[in-house]
């Protein structure tokens, strides 16, 4: 055996006695770092937190397993425990939600996930969304770690909103039985909040769960016609947006929307109100529901005597009365035989009635655009408000429609009002 050989040899063996002893010190370190978790105290265990949290952000499975010499499933399980123990009181909730975070998105760590879900920690999180005194930055950390399971595929959005002891894996049937309240609680969270990050997040989760997952896309969409009903007006507005990114994936449409859809239109926030012009619109283009919501849409315009009252102030009806006066000028514009549906219900009429509402003249300019719309659309109904008009009150229709109604004599609103007598 020459030199050479023996060199190469010697060499070989010092190599590997380097990587036994760097393998060794690595796993002592490892369980000198546990030692560590298990004995520190809150602030100790804070201190690792932010210590990972600055090292391991965007790491992948293989480079958090060399963070841990391969036991960060162990460190995964101590984490996941420490959560359940301490959420309630929120001792470094939003540290160990960014920590889990880190492990359950971790490219090629899907059996991270799996070992999370096996010790009930989608319950857990559930629970912190739901929690009264929580904060608004654990829930939506929370909530981003939601996000996170179900963009997993498929069988994660199933398990998210299962209702019934259907198990798609064994072991986490105790987190499937309550899966349904998952859903539940989003939405409930989405309708209580009022932080606009959360609501975000919120919304994005449900459209998340709506999408690539049939089974239980009219679940979803169901919860979205509850929220339209909800008394928060940011979640009015974000159901009535949903429900329009969600409704061409549905196909049929419930006849269960017409009328809170239209009840948002006595919003008064604008915010909601230029959703649900835009829900309405979307709305009209099905069949099933169309002659319902262009009845509505009309009746509307002639509030009933209790709706309407006797003060001076703005009340719901008037300004669902102006919101159903806009909606109809934007549907003028979309296709004839809308417009056709419209005057046959008289609708030249209940906009001149509604242009006699001097208590708010908000619908009287509203009713005025529409009809100026009409009128420019139609011929047949350019015969019929001058004739109902008369040459001088049509003239300025048709030369100021924003502000014809601050000209308005009361012997003009008398007219008006007296359209549909």
Not at 13 to 19: D, I, K, Q, V
Not at 87 to 112: E, P, R, W
Request: glycine residues 4%; proline residues 3%; charged residues 20%.
């Amino acid at each position: 055996m020459d030199l050479k050989t023996l060199y190469k040899i010697r060499t070989s063996l010092e190599t590997r006695r380097y990587y036994l002893s760097s393998s060794m010190a690595t796993t002592g370190e490892v369980w000198k770092l546990l030692r560590r978790w298990d004995k520190g105290s809150n602030a100790v265990r804070e201190i690792m937190l932010h210590e990972f949290l600055s090292q391991c952000t965007n790491a992948t499975a293989s480079e958090l397993e060399a963070y841990f010499g391969d036991c960060g499933s162990l460190f995964l399980a101590r984490l996941t425990a420490w959560l359940r123990l301490t959420y309630m009181v929120g001792t470094c909730l939003d540290s160990q939600l960014k920590a889990i975070s880190i492990f359950l998105s971790a490219a090629s760590g899907h059996y991270f996930l799996v070992e999370f879900l096996e010790v009930g920690g989608l319950l857990t999180v559930l629970e912190i969304v739901r929690l009264k005194n929580a904060k608004d930055k654990h829930q939506l950390e929370a909530m981003k770690l939601l996000a996170l399971i179900i963009c997993k595929g498929r069988q994660y959005k199933e398990l998210f909103c299962e209702s019934h002891g259907k198990n798609i894996v064994f072991v986490l049937y105790f987190t499937t039985l309550l899966s349904f309240t998952g859903l539940k609680i989003v939405a409930e969270c989405l309708g209580l909040t009022t932080s606009p990050s959360l609501i975000e997040c919120a919304k994005d989760l449900l459209l998340q769960l709506s999408m690539g997952n049939p089974n239980y896309q009219n679940q979803i969409y169901k919860v979205f016609i509850t929220l339209l009903s909800s008394t928060s007006h940011q979640a009015q507005r974000t159901a009535a947006y949903c429900i329009r990114q969600i409704q061409p994936l549905i196909g049929a449409v419930s006849p269960l929307i017409v009328d809170p859809s239209l009840q948002l239109l006595r919003s008064l926030h604008v915010d909601v109100q230029c959703e649900a012009a835009e829900l309405i619109k979307e709305l009209v283009n099905y069949k099933e529901i169309q002659d319902t919501v262009l009845n509505e849409l009309v009746r509307l315009l002639k509030p009933s005597v209790e709706n309407a009252g006797s003060s001076s102030a703005p009340l719901p009806a008037h300004i669902q009365q102006a919101g159903a006066a806009k909606v109809i000028g934007l549907l003028v514009h979309i296709d004839d035989n809308i417009v056709k549906q419209l005057l046959e219900l008289r609708v030249v009429r209940h906009l001149l009635y509604a242009m006699s509402n001097v208590s708010y003249p908000d619908c009287q300019r509203q009713a005025a655009l529409s009809l100026f719309a009409l009128v420019s659309t139609v011929v047949s109904a350019k015969d019929e408000v001058k004739s109902l008009l008369g040459e001088n009150l049509f003239q300025q229709l048709m030369s100021i429609p924003e502000d014809v109604y601050s000209v308005l004599t009361p012997a003009q609103v008398d007219v008006l009002n007296s359209s549909l007598r």
